[in-house]
């Protein structure tokens, strides 16, 4: 049986061995798993002109052509499903069965931008004046660059390059150091089913920065797309300002989860775990705030509880619902903010601890109850299996709370009312909102937020618009 597992950069279909290499380690043994290729700047320029060679070609292929090889390209990720789960399970940590839950998530995108693909179309307006007419012509913007991060080291590459290449664009992408295997292997699967060379480039590298401002200044590359932090995003930002570079940003968020008392609670606590807990909430869409209404706060803790106490910690090849954190750097941020919530008098319900049994990186699945909005486990990202519930005395209060951060990716909230429905999903400033849904990315759905969340928008019809160009065209002597 082939390996997947390629240790090389992917550059104009070959793999290009470098002499400085870097450790790819299991989160959940410590052990390394590989030694990868380690691109400096010269190799990113170099990525970056074989992209370009590659969009003179691939710009003007046929579309049902880029259709057949994108669809092929879907179809041996689904048949690679588990090998790709596996090799990202063990480079990142999540348990086989949702890593491979991911792979299926992550070649959706790559099924539905081929058919988006077709759907690419222009306008020819009314006309105004005589002998004249006016076309709207949609055309690939050209070569692109992708920044993505570790947490969903498959899906949030194809989620970027699938409406690239359906949109006739090419692409060079940097993945994150801690899981650049997954990417390394979705890149061998497309050159097998005989995507051009050149259209897909992967260079990971340890030098991030010097990578980053390399693809973000360079003028032949036209788009940069990232998902990461904020404060990364904003550096990125000012770089592609250099050459007004058209950019999208999937940056941090601070998600609330609102329970109202007209909620069905099961429901809610359903619908909390399945948001919270994915990933061992190492997700930019994860609960981060709890807001629960003060009249049904006690009732709702009451069935929480018995939830949490239900997963099952462990490593990754085992029958579990959550692996270990990915470093112990995110491991020191989760004790650094529920020891900082319990000093401001939190208390810890359940867990709030690491799992020595298991290991350095596995923190358990924690409850938190007394957190206020002044707390720094409110104010930050926790990136880790901690449920922090706050209370709120009613519906202002609680949208009010809800929107006191400069964030704005997703929120959550639970109702019964249509009116409150209407009312709170208007009022929420965020670029998504859950309604009695814990559960809210699709391939279909448009993914992304407001605020310093980000810019543009991912997945869905509008996800391929960010990888062309309008031009208008008018035809004059008619």
């Given amino acids: 049986m082939k390996s997947l597992t390629k240790k090389d950069l992917f550059i104009e279909g070959h793999w290009v061995p470098t002499e ?39 710009s003007k292929t046929p579309t049902q052509e880029r259709v057949k090889l994108l669809r092929k390209w879907y179809q041996a990720m689904m048949d690679n499903q588990q090998a790709l789960a596996e090799i990202m399970s063990a480079e990142q940590g999540k348990p086989v069965a949702e ?102 480039n992967i260079v990971p590298s340890t030098d991030a920065k010097t990578v980053g401002k390399i693809l973000a200044e360079s003028p032949k590359v036209r788009k940069l797309s990232f998902t990461g932090s904020t404060d990364v995003g904003k550096v990125l930002m000012s770089q592609c300002a250099s050459n007004v570079k058209k950019i999208s940003l999937e940056l941090g968020g601070n998600a609330p989860f609102l329970v109202f008392d007209d909620a069905d609670l099961d429901e809610a606590v359903e619908q909390l775990i399945a948001c919270k807990f994915r990933n061992a909430g190492q997700t930019c869409i994860s609960a981060n705030r709890v807001l629960v209404q003060a009249s049904v706060a006690d009732k709702f803790i009451e069935k929480l509880k018995p939830a949490i106490s239900k997963l099952k910690l462990g490593v990754g090849t085992d029958d579990v619902d959550l692996g270990p954190l990915v470093n112990q750097d995110a491991v020191d941020k989760v004790n650094r903010l529920v020891k900082s919530a319990v000093d401001n008098g939190a208390e810890v319900v359940l867990g709030g601890k690491v799992d020595s049994d298991l290991g350095e990186l596995f923190y358990q699945p924690t409850l938190l109850t007394g957190v206020t909005g002044e707390m720094e486990i ?19 209060q609680g949208i009010e709370r809800a929107n006191d951060t400069p964030f704005g990716l997703a929120s959550y909230f639970c109702s019964r009312s249509v009116d409150r429905i209407f009312r709170v999903s208007e009022a929420l400033e965020y670029g998504m909102v859950g309604i009695n849904a814990g559960g809210i990315s699709h391939a279909f759905n448009p993914f992304g937020g407001v605020k310093e969340s980000g810019i543009g928008r991912e997945g869905s019809k509008y996800g391929i618009d960010e990888y062309l160009e309008i031009k208008t065209v008018t035809l004059g002597g008619l």
């Fill in 378 to 396: 409110s104010e930050e990202e926790i990136f880790g299996p901690v449920v922090a519930v706050s209370t709120f005395d009613d519906e202002q």
């Fill in 99 to 200: 890593a491979a839950g991911e792979i299926a998530y992550g070649a959706s995108f790559v099924d539905w931008f081929a058919g988006e693909a077709e759907r690419i179309n222009g306008d020819i307006l009314p006309h105004t004046e005589a002998g004249k007419r006016v076309m709207v012509m949609k055309q690939p913007i050209g070569v692109c660059a992708a920044i993505t991060p570790w947490n969903f080291p498959n899906a949030m590459i194809t989620r970027k390059v699938a409406p690239a290449l359906a949109a006739g664009c090419t692409i060079v992408v940097k993945p994150p150091q801690l899981t650049p295997l997954s990417a390394l292997a979705i890149a061998q699967l497309a050159s097998e089913v005989g995507i051009p060379d050149g259209v897909i």
């Fill in 20 to 58: 400085k290499r870097f450790a790819v380690t299991n989160p959940a043994t410590g052990e390394t798993i590989s030694e990868v290729a380690d691109a400096d700047a010269e190799l990113t320029e170099r990525a970056i002109n074989v992209a370009e060679q590659a969009f003179s070609s691939w």
